[in-house]
């Protein structure tokens, strides 16, 4: 099985400027990615930054990792999708006679992500299977606590269920953005919208966290210097092979 590692970096951030290269505890965003898909791939050529912008190319590569591409500003606007970047990335090794089974998204805002949570989600992964994406439990149980307004406008429930207790409710999930292991043979067929078999791999809330905002990052920073703290940064927050 072909294995693509594909980290997508765009330089267009507005919630966080430049996150990708913002460094967070002394290491370049996008370079925690890097990391978790080295600790995995068999080789550097088959993983792959894709971005448009020519200060993280720069970062990228001092690093040690050659970006095969920059990515067209027509797939680097704000309503650009993955879906088009994905096969964006597909088509250009494809052209140069490569071609991939599998992509393993790994996007630069889950630092916290391992990569031990990389293999153990690819590990999931069959041929028969659309995607195994990354979930965390859900903090709110649509069950419980949360609601629509019908057209009396009166609150309901988003889910019927006769439920006195959050604890009585079935478990929810929400995708966490850390690990997308994908059916190329799916994406070439279908949106990632009209996924249907995708099976879940359920990551810890400590290891979910998506640094979207400029609290999501303060947040990060804190757990990164009281695991400092407590003795060293913990293996749950460490992306080196083991």
């Not at 494809?94 to 590990?123: C, N």
């Not at 009166?154 to 409710?169: I, S």
Request: negative net charge; proline residues 5%.
């Amino acid at each position: 099985m072909k294995v693509l590692f594909l980290i997508p970096a765009r330089g267009g951030s507005k919630g966080i400027p430049h996150k990708n290269i913002k460094l967070l505890d002394g290491k370049p965003l996008v370079c925690y990615a890097i990391d978790a898909a080295r600790s995995v791939a068999s080789s550097d050529e088959d993983i792959c930054v894709s971005t448009d912008d020519d200060e993280i190319i720069k970062v990228v590569e001092e690093y040690g990792l050659i970006v095969p591409f920059r990515r067209p500003d027509a797939l680097a606007q704000d309503g650009s999708g993955s879906y088009e970047v994905i096969l964006h990335a597909l088509d250009f090794f494809e052209q140069r006679g490569r071609s991939y089974d599998v992509v393993v998204l790994l996007q630069p805002t889950s630092p916290f992500r391992t990569s031990e949570h990389v293999r153990e989600a690819m590990q999931l992964y069959t041929p028969d299977c659309d995607m195994v994406v990354s979930v965390a439990e859900a903090k709110t149980n649509p069950y419980y606590v949360m609601f629509l307004e019908n057209e009396e406008g009166f609150l309901k429930h988003v889910l019927e269920g006769n439920f006195t207790r959050r604890q009585d409710c079935p478990v929810v999930y929400e995708y966490n953005g850390a690990v997308y292991v994908m059916n190329v043979a799916a994406l070439k067929e279908k949106h990632l919208s009209a996924f249907t078999k995708n099976r879940k791999y359920v990551m810890p809330q400590s290891a979910s966290i998506d640094l979207d905002t400029p609290e999501d990052w303060q947040y990060a920073e804190f757990l990164l210097l009281s695991s400092k703290k407590r003795g060293g940064i913990s293996s749950s927050f460490s992306n080196t092979s083991e």
